[in-house]
């Protein structure tokens, strides 16, 4: 991941549905301004990010600047420990996340 938006990911900047015609035209980059999709990792990562809800995207983003436990990705997110928890599990199953070690002292690690 390349950066983290300043609200983790809970609201986007372009419409998901003009990413792939800003992406292959130069001027309609400029126009947007440099790096506008940069932060979210690229264009591909940004499609992938529209498609999930925003705490979805706030947890992923929490996740990737260094929460490692839910209860620390709830305090990055405002999001309750059981949204938090999960969430966590939905974005394993998509493979975008992965549970390295569970254990009632100190949570997860990622």
Same mark, same amino acid.
């Given at each position: 991941?390349?950066?983290?938006?300043?609200?983790?990911?809970?609201?986007?900047?372009?419409?998901?549905?003009?990413?792939?015609?800003?992406?292959?035209?130069?001027?309609?980059?400029?126009?947007? &301004?440099?790096?506008?999709? #940069?932060?979210? +990792?690229?264009? /591909?990562?940004?499609?992938?990010?529209?498609?999930? !809800?925003?705490? =979805?995207?706030?947890?992923?983003?929490?996740?990737?600047? &260094?929460?490692?436990?839910? #209860?620390?990705? +709830?305090?990055? /997110?405002?999001?309750?420990?059981?949204?938090?928890? !999960?969430?966590? =599990?939905?974005?394993?199953?998509?493979?975008?996340?992965?549970?390295?070690?569970?254990?009632?002292?100190? +949570?997860?690690?990622?």
């Amino acid at each position: 991941m390349v950066g983290v938006p300043g609200d983790l990911g809970k609201s986007l900047t372009v419409d998901p549905k003009m990413v792939k015609e800003i992406a292959a035209s130069p001027q309609m980059r400029s126009e947007q &301004g440099s790096g506008f999709m #940069e932060q979210y +990792g690229g264009p /591909t990562q940004y499609v992938e990010m529209a498609g999930m !809800s925003p705490e =979805a995207r706030q947890v992923y983003y929490s996740v990737q600047a &260094g929460a490692s436990t839910p #209860e620390e990705v +709830g305090v990055k /997110t405002g999001l309750s420990l059981g949204v938090v928890n !999960s969430t966590i =599990a939905l974005l394993e199953r998509r493979g975008l996340i992965s549970r390295t070690t569970v254990t009632r002292e100190s +949570g997860l690690e990622y």
